[in-house]
Nanobody, 127 residues
């Protein structure tokens, strides 16, 4: 199983960015895909997750209104759109797979509950 995240870069405050995560190596219908971020010196922070088959989503409270997760099964890609970026959004953004989503019938929100991780993509927001 592989996850390849991309789309990060250096952006100005107020701009928008869409991150992509291409997934491969298994059938993901029983899985959920999630996005996390980790700023220097901070713990990895959950942002949002999406059921691969259903498209249902769960977004962390701080991310509501500015972050949107969605997927395109035809492109095997999960996306994270971020609007109105601020310097506080500067972090490495990771996508990850929760392989137990269907089995647990519950959303995972903690990093240890996600089984496979992509390599991360750096987002830097200048003021």
């Amino acid at each position: 199983v592989q996850l390849q995240a991309s789309g990060g870069g250096l952006v100005q405050a107020g701009e928008s960015l869409t991150l992509s995560c291409v997934v491969s190596g298994r059938n993901f219908d029983s899985c959920a895909l999630g996005w996390f971020r980790q700023a220097p010196g901070k713990e990895r922070e959950f942002i949002a997750t999406i059921g691969w088959r259903s498209g249902n989503t769960l977004t962390e409270d701080f991310a509501l209104g500015r972050f949107g997760i969605y997927r395109d099964k035809t492109k095997s890609t999960v996306y994270l759109q971020i609007d109105s970026l601020t310097p506080e959004d500067t972090a490495v953004y990771y996508c990850a797979v929760d392989e137990d989503y269907d089995r647990n019938y519950a959303w995972a929100r903690r990093a240890p509950d996600f089984d496979i991780w992509g390599q991360g993509t750096q987002v830097t927001v200048s003021s």
